[in-house]
């Protein structure tokens, strides 16, 4: 490989892996006009309160697969397979009383926020849509790392609109 | 923020690997007891040592074999590449240089060819011209005189004479002839309608029925066939195991478990084998593949061009010489021609007028006379024709008449009965000719003699096109024919059509005989059709696992109501199908009415699109009254698709399976919506098999295009003869595809 080639290898590498972090333009505070629930996004930490009050925070730096055999609380981000400039964000709090492995896989039951952004914005996002479940599932594979977030049917969605810079 | 933004590439670099990786580090965590005098604990024991060997193999081999693929392909793309783009930087500069040389050269030339080629061809065109000229002018000029002389030699010949003498003669064949066609069959065609309407003295009508029926069932079955379904297979390839690390080298104390452990380490090595080796191999292949290809390019742009500089120069040579050589030659040729051909054209008219003034006026005399003699004669002989005709057809009318009405007398005495008319007459009286209805002809005989016929004496014949099935080809009649008698012949001779025949057109011939004469003849068409005609209601789409109701149109042909019940019965010969309802029923149909018959059916396959073999019957009784035998293109429509990566038929075998899917979505747009999945074991051996995991497994949105693989370990207590496993996946509650897979 010649140099020019592996620079822009490097190039293309640091920009991929830059891109997992929660893009710049959807940070700030939302609030769901119909039921009142909140979400603050900051840089290291985010903030959701539920409609009947109740807050939960996360500060912790985003959650790797080790973490996630551990059933630790946190969040897991990933690109869109389909989707380049969509990243997917899974808020787990996980139920660790739940937590069961046989055959290389390990399971447990958790509440899941989960968040669908896009990386390509130019302004401010100005609303989004939050999902909340208290009946979310994670699914691991330590042969493969496959890793699966899911929830129950009817889980409660949000209309999160802008409410400050 | 530097810590995060390190947690990021972390976690990243994380779901890379999550993603790509294949299948590795199989473990098997708990191992069963084993009882003595059972085998499973061998053969489990030889899976697992199998499949640890097998795993062996692939590190082994996947790498090296990868990188040594990888390098090869990468080296030709890198060369070829290379060495195109090479060639042609060398082509073109080869190309620009020859252009100008030849566009120089091409000038040259065209203006010395030009110059040549103009006068050449100036001097011949010119020649030309004035041959043309004179030609013209000559024919003008000599052509009346030449007629005005052949028509004055033509009027002193005897040709009128002839033409009168000629016409005598044809006027009498002429007046023969006349009578011939038409006077004679007038004569007999006047005997014959005297005949016919003399007064009838007796009416009759008698039934033919003495029919020896065939074997029915045996004609209806030997035209019916069933389109056998096609298979839908998915296979797929895996690099093969050579078992360099084959040891099983179990050692139990009875021949069955030594043979169980020998199978079950097979399996497990061709299992550890398929698992690792295509993970390995693709990551050593693509890092070989970029260093081979810059190799090759670096090889390739070390090579001699010079044969394609040589290329390029040449094709412009010749390109530039095109350029340079037509418009220089045209220039010149127009010069030269416009100069010849003035000169060579008034030359030419001068030396030619004289030849063609005589050749014109010798032409024109000539053919003036011939027209002239042939008026003259034609004059004539209209006239001897016309006094010829007028004084000979009387008498050869007269004459004709009279033979006509003697040969039809005659007629009459040899075949005294006719066939006046025969059509087809139903068993199953509804305006159909069904399929294995009894057909019979319904004909009607005059005998026009003073005596009564022997009914031995007339024969019914019949003939039919291919595949009509002739029950009694010939029969005669039972009765006598009274005299001068108007009979009906009822059910005479007995034909049917086998359902091969319904919706073609069919014909039947009836001959009718009278002590071995023809005494009539007639042909028949007619369509055969079934009592209903089956089409689709609406156009089927099918789901894979999930009920849908297919609908028919059926509709009633016959010119009377059908009050009994319709059974409709469905056949989908195909194991991509499975028919959940297969019969319906119709209490009864209006004349020309419709009515719904609704199936259940369900797709076993994911595939798009199935060719979809079904037979739809209609029954009343136990008599088949319609049939729809097709083919058609169904498409399979479910918003996601599964596909099992591997056969699950290592869920025959004790211990535990990895079941990976893939679950795609086909058309849902339904972002926020997760999945829920429940994999069970069907069949006898359902309570064999335990399903390790959650129950349902759930799983976040995917979006429309996007594919995810899973795995499902599914536990096989004891070895088994097989079974169905099904994968049920529901969007948010909602059912939207079953999966079964054979083992």
């Known amino acids: 490989m010649k140099n020019s080639e592996f620079q822009n290898y490097i190039l293309a590498l640091l920009l991929f892996l830059f891109s997992a972090c929660v893009p710049a333009e959807y940070k700030g505070s939302y609030r769901d006009g119909r039921t009142g629930a909140t979400l603050e996004l900051k840089g290291t930490s985010a903030t959701f309160t539920s409609a009947d009050g109740k807050s939960r925070k996360a500060s912790k730096s985003p959650l790797k697969f080790k973490e996630l055999l551990k059933a630790e609380e946190g969040i897991f981000m990933r690109e869109s397979p389909v989707n380049k400039e969509l990243l997917e964000i899974f808020w787990v709090r996980p139920d660790s009383r739940t937590l069961k492995e046989q055959e290389s896989l390990v399971w447990f039951n958790a509440e899941v926020i989960h968040l669908r952004l896009r990386k390509d914005l130019r302004d401010k996002a100005q609303e989004l849509t939050l999902l909340h479940s208290m009946s979310g599932q994670v699914t691991l594979d330590r042969t493969t790392e496959l890793v699966q977030i899911g929830w129950a049917p009817s889980p409660s969605l949000y209309t999160m609109r802008r409410v400050q810079d | ?743």
């Open chain 2, 1 to 743: 923020m530097s810590k995060l933004k390190a947690n990021c590439v972390w976690n990243k670099h994380s779901f890379l690997l999550g993603t790509f990786i294949a299948l590795s580090n199989f473990s098997f965590a708990q191992s069963p007891p084993i009882p003595p005098p059972d085998t499973s604990g061998a053969r489990q024991a030889g899976q697992n040592n199998g499949f640890a060997d097998g795993a062996r193999e692939a590190a082994e081999r996947a790498g090296p074999e990868g990188e040594r693929e990888g390098r090869e392909r990468g080296y030709n793309e890198g060369y070829q590449r290379c060495y195109d783009d090479q060639a042609k930087r060398n082509y073109d500069i080869g190309y620009a240089d020859g252009f100008q040389y030849g566009e120089n050269r091409g000038a040259t030339d065209g203006e010395r060819q030009g110059r040549s080629e103009g006068d050449r061809r100036g001097e011949s065109e010119g020649h030309s011209d004035g041959l043309n000229r004179a030609d013209r002018d000559a024919d003008a000029a000599a052509t009346p005189p030449g007629r005005r002389q052949g028509i004055d030699e033509a009027n002193q010949t005897d040709a009128r004479e002839r033409g009168y003498r000629d016409g005598l003669v044809a006027g009498e064949q002429r007046a023969r002839r006349t009578a011939i066609e038409v006077d004679y069959p007038k004569g007999r065609k006047d005997y014959r309608d005297s005949r016919f309407a003399e007064p009838i003295e007796n009416q009759d009508e008698f039934d033919l029925s003495v029919l020896q029926p065939l074997n029915w069932e045996k004609e209806f079955y030997k035209n019916f066939k069933i389109k056998t379904a096609k298979d839908f297979i998915n296979r797929f390839a895996f690099a093969s195991p050579d078992y360099r690390h084959s040891n099983p080298n179990g050692n139990y104390s009875t021949p069955e478990e030594n043979s169980a452990y020998s199978d079950g380490y097979r399996s497990g090595y061709d299992s550890g084998f398929s698992s690792n080796y295509s993970g390995i191999y693709d990551r050593a292949y693509h890092h070989a593949f970029q260093m081979g290809s810059s190799q090759g390019c670096h090889v390739a742009q070390n090579q001699d061009f010079s044969s394609h500089r040589r290329r390029g120069y040449d094709s412009g040579e010749s390109d530039g010489y095109s350029r340079g050589y037509q418009p220089a030659y045209d220039r010149a040729y127009r010069w030269a021609y416009d100069s010849a051909f003035r000169s060579a054209s008034d030359s030419a008219y001068r030396s030619s007028y004289d030849d063609y003034y005589r050749s014109h006026y010798e032409s024109a005399r000539r053919d003036a006379y011939e027209s002239q003699v042939r008026a003259l004669y034609n004059a004539g002989h209209q006239q001897g024709d016309a006094e010829k005709f007028a004084e000979k057809y009387p008498l050869f009318a007269k004459e004709e008449y009279a033979r006509g009405v003697a040969d039809e007398t005659t007629d009459f005495t040899q075949r005294p009965v006719r066939m006046l008319e025969a059509e087809i007459s139903e068993s199953i009286v509804n305006g159909l000719m069904e399929p294995l209805e009894k057909l019979r002809f319904k004909v009607q005989l005059r005998n026009f003699a003073n005596h009564e016929i022997n009914p031995k004496d007339i024969s019914l014949t019949m003939t039919a096109s291919n595949g009509v099935i002739i029950a009694l080809p010939q029969t005669h009649l039972t009765q006598n024919l009274k005299v001068k008698s108007f009979s009906k012949i009822k059910n005479a001779l007995e034909f049917s059509i086998p359902e091969s025949l319904v919706n073609k057109s069919s014909t039947v011939n009836i001959t009718a005989t009278y002590m071995g004469r023809e005494i009539g003849v007639k042909q028949l068409q007619f369509n055969g059709k079934y009592l209903t005609v089956m089409t689709f209601a609406e156009k089927p789409q099918l789901l894979e696992g999930m009920p849908t109701e297919i609908i028919f149109k059926v509709k009633n042909q016959s010119t009377i109501a059908e009050t009994g019940a319709l059974n409709l019965s469905l056949k989908i010969p195909s194991t991509a199908v499975e028919v959940i309802t297969g019969e319906s029923s119709l209490t009864s149909l209006k004349a020309s009415g419709e009515g719904l018959a609704k199936f259940k059916i369900l797709a076993r396959t994911s595939g798009m699109t199935l060719n979809l073999p079904l037979v739809l019957s209609s029954l009343q009784g136990t008599r088949r009254v319609g049939l729809l035998d097709s083919t058609s293109e169904v498409p399979v429509v479910n918003d996601y698709r599964i596909t099992l990566m591997q056969s699950p038929s290592s869920l025959k075998n004790k211990g535990v399976s990895r079941l990976t899917y893939t679950l795609k979505n086909i058309s849902s747009r339904l972002v926020f919506k997760g999945l829920q999945l429940k994999v069970k074991v069907l069949g006898a051996n359902s309570a064999n098999f335990s399903v390790i995991g959650p129950q349902p497994q759930l799983l976040s949105p995917m979006e429309k295009g996007q594919a995810i693989n899973f795995v499902v370990p599914v536990l096989s207590k004891n070895a088994n003869s097989g079974g169905t496993v099904e994968l049920e996946v529901r969007e948010d509650g909602k059912l939207v595809v079953i999966h079964h897979a054979k083992f």
